[in-house]
């Protein structure tokens, strides 16, 4: 996906307006990015660091995560949607953010004339679609069984392997865990207290370190 990503950069640089349809845009932690206006022109291309797309819930007053965006992500695709789009916003969890904004309308210009790239596109809407479906699943199961699956799904999206454990980053902790699995944070300790007991988990303290083992990985 590197690659692909360079890929289409480089090929958007050969022409002579790249500088005016296209802006590399850094984010620290907790900041919120991309603004409806902006997302209604643009296309976002993410090549460092992670953020959360948040859905927000009026009755409970909190925000739920939706998914999460990892570096080669796209977005803005939903820009192209004439489906009401749900209040949401999207927040930077990792210390930097690094994405790259294109002007829609010239992405899909350029790349009209060299068509053997939009794969990269294809592959990151299928990509983007697939964790929008594993979300669904997660939300018909138990607590229990949403942390299950969410642990599953960050290990396999951002966890780093050591040796027989895999560590996710620090900013996985209990209150982003109970925005993620729809549940309150009081009910996500509990259950990591008996992930731990299970072997599942080192510690009930982020970062968590994952028995790998337990994981379809």
């Known amino acids: 996906m590197p690659e692909k990503l360079n890929t289409v950069l480089a090929y958007l640089k050969e022409f002579p307006d790249y500088?005016?349809?296209?802006?590399?845009k850094n984010y620290t932690i907790h900041e919120k990015i991309i603004l409806e206006e902006e997302k209604a022109?643009?296309?976002?291309?993410?090549?460092?660091?992670?953020?959360?797309?948040?859905?927000?819930?009026?009755?409970?007053?909190?925000?739920?995560?939706?998914?999460?965006?990892?570096?080669?992500?796209?977005?803005g695709i939903d820009s192209f949607s004439s489906f009401p789009k749900?209040?949401?916003?999207?927040?930077?969890m990792s210390d930097h953010l690094t994405l790259y904004k294109i002007d829609a309308e010239f992405l899909l210009n350029t790349l009209a004339v060299k068509p053997d790239v939009h794969?990269?596109?294809?592959?990151?809407?299928?990509?983007?679609?697939?964790?929008?479906y594993?979300?669904?699943g997660m939300i018909a199961k138990t607590p229990k069984e949403r942390l299950y699956m969410a642990f599953q799904n960050l290990a396999?999206?951002?966890?780093?392997?050591?040796?027989?454990?895999i560590m996710l980053p620090s900013f996985i902790t209990q209150s982003v865990l109970a925005r993620y699995c729809r549940t309150?944070?009081?009910?996500?300790?509990?259950?990591?207290?008996?992930?731990?007991?299970?072997g599942f988990l080192n510690d009930k303290k982020s970062p968590y370190h994952i028995n790998k083992n337990f994981l379809a990985i």
């Open 134 to 136: 594993t979300l669904l």
């Open 119 to 132: 794969d990269f596109l294809l592959t990151s809407i299928a990509d983007i679609f697939a964790r929008h």
């Open 41 to 75: 022109k643009h296309i976002f291309f993410v090549v460092e660091g992670h953020a959360a797309v948040e859905l927000e819930d009026k009755i409970r007053k909190t925000n739920y995560i939706s998914i999460f965006i990892h570096p080669y992500n796209i977005l």
């Open 156 to 165: 396999t999206e951002m966890g780093t392997v050591s040796k027989d454990k």
């Open 86 to 92: 749900k209040e949401h916003s999207i927040t930077v």
């Open 184 to 198: 309150t944070q009081p009910n996500v300790s509990n259950l990591l207290t008996e992930l731990v007991e299970e």
């Open 19 to 24: 500088y005016q349809y296209v802006s590399k």
